[in-house]
Structures are given as structure tokens and as C-alpha cells.
């Protein structure tokens, strides 16, 4: 048995409203970085959906090269490799936190243009032909008839992606970012209460999570989702 080593609980529930604080800047970061990666992630799942090569091949390029490089790297090349270009450039940085939403905005959008994109494959051709039977022009058909089924379909793998992001913060304590694992630090290094603030941090995300599980898996028996 290892002596003199004693745990105070104490410690983690007085540093509780620090870690909200962190929690607080966590959940912006994820929300804006997905509403911005959802808007990048379905323009590049409709252009890989597209005949136009150009459109295709870029697309194709991005999300290639984003899902096969970690976040971690890709944060830190945005936060100290682009600022390092742009200071020398234009003598100007992009902040920390900004650094990290572009970040999830970038890397979730890879990954939601690939739930788009198999969303939109996935609707029977048979419904897009009757729109256009029915005189609808190619953006109505796909507007009124493809996208609100699709969108239908989406709604489980967008929420795991939520789910996945919100964790994915965590590795921008590397570039100073005051989420909550960076506030969990900052506690560590003046109290050296390492197990207690990190099982707080733990269980923080925990709860987070499964709130958010529990959420969609309410919405998706709402929208009876299959």
C-alpha cells in the first residue's frame, strides 16, 4: 500500500464551477463548429452526389484528406502553422477559440458530407422520376421530394457526429483553448489533485454524452426514424 497518499473529493467539488465554465465554452464550440460543418459537410456530400468532375474531385479531395489526418494535427496545424503564415503575411492570428470551432467546422464536415452524400444515394430513384413526372424541375424535385427524406436519414449518424465532435474538444487544451479539460488542468496544477479532477472531468463528459444520446434517441422515436 502506497502511504501518505489521500484523496479529497473536496478539491473537485470546489473547482465544480471552473469545469462548468469549461463545459459551458465546450458545448459552443461544438454547436458552432457543427452548424458551420454542416453547412460545409452538405455542399461537398451533394457535389460528390454530382456529375460535375470539378465539383466531384474536390470534394473528393477534402474529404479524403480530412478524414484520413487526426484532428489533434489538424488544430495544430491550423493554430500554429496558418498563424505562423499569416503573422508573417498579414500580421495577424486566429485566436484560440476560433481555431478550435474552424477546427471541429472542418474536420466534422468530412465526415457529414459522407452521411449526406449516402443519405441522398439512399432515396429511391423511382420518387425522384415521379417528381419530375409530375413537372417538378430538378432543384424542386430534390428540395421538396429527396431532401426532407434524406434529412430524416441523417438524423441518427449527425448525432453520433455531435457526440463525437463535443469529445473531439478536448484535444484544443493543446492550443490553449479554456474548454473543459483545459480548466481541469489549470485546477491540477495548483492543487496537484490529478485523480479527483480528472474522474470530475470524466464523469462531466459523461453526463454530457448521455444527455445527448438520450435526447436523440428521443427525436428519432418522435420522427419514427428507420
Do not use: C, H
Request: charged content about 10%; glycine content about 8%.
Amino acid at each position: 500500500m502506497v502511504s501518505g497518499f489521500n484523496l479529497d473529493w473536496g478539491i473537485a467539488i470546489y473547482a465544480l464551477p471552473l469545469l462548468l465554465g469549461g463545459i459551458k465554452l465546450t458545448i459552443i464550440i461544438t454547436i458552432a463548429g457543427l452548424f458551420f460543418g454542416f453547412l460545409l459537410g452538405a455542399a461537398a456530400g451533394l457535389a460528390r452526389t454530382s456529375k460535375n468532375k470539378p465539383l466531384y474531385g474536390i470534394a473528393t479531395v477534402y474529404v479524403e484528406a480530412i478524414r484520413g489526418t487526426p484532428i489533434l494535427v489538424q488544430a495544430l496545424y491550423l493554430y500554429f502553422g496558418v498563424n505562423q503564415l499569416l503573422m508573417q503575411t498579414i500580421n495577424w492570428k486566429i485566436e484560440s477559440v476560433p481555431a478550435g470551432i474552424i477546427a471541429i467546422a472542418i474536420n466534422s464536415g468530412a465526415y457529414i458530407a459522407e452521411i449526406v452524400r449516402g443519405a441522398v444515394q439512399s432515396i429511391d430513384k423511382g420518387q425522384v422520376e415521379a417528381g419530375r413526372s409530375l413537372g417538378l424541375s430538378s432543384f424542386k424535385t430534390f428540395y421538396y421530394v429527396v431532401w426532407p427524406q434524406a434529412f430524416k436519414r441523417m438524423i441518427p449518424p449527425l448525432g453520433n457526429q455531435f457526440i463525437i465532435s463535443l469529445k473531439d474538444t478536448s484535444l484544443f487544451a493543446f492550443i490553449a483553448v479554456g474548454e473543459l479539460l483545459r480548466q481541469g488542468q489549470i485546477v491540477i496544477s495548483a492543487t496537484f489533485a490529478a485523480f479527483e479532477i480528472y474522474t470530475m472531468v470524466a464523469v462531466l463528459y459523461l453526463a454530457m454524452t448521455l444527455s445527448i444520446s438520450t435526447v436523440l434517441r428521443f427525436v428519432e422515436k418522435r420522427l419514427d426514424v428507420s
